[in-house]
């Protein structure tokens, strides 16, 4: 996943979060929302509007 060549300019969280993200909801049968929870247990604090921004 060639993510050192994205840009979320002006997102508050790095490339790789976002990306990570964005590849969970894709590769399972996720919901955003859900998608949150997972990163929530991780400790990382992010919005599922953010993610669906990311998607």
Do not use: Q
């Not at 996720?30 to 919005?47: A, K």
Request: charged share 20%; proline share 4%; net charge negative.
């Amino acid at each position: 996943m060639g993510s050192a060549s994205l840009s979320y300019r002006g997102h508050r969280y790095p490339v790789e979060v976002i990306s990570h993200c964005a590849w969970l909801y894709f590769r399972f049968p996720l919901s955003f929302r859900e998608v949150e929870e997972l990163m929530l247990e991780r400790g990382v604090i992010v919005s599922y509007e953010t993610i669906a921004a990311g998607a």
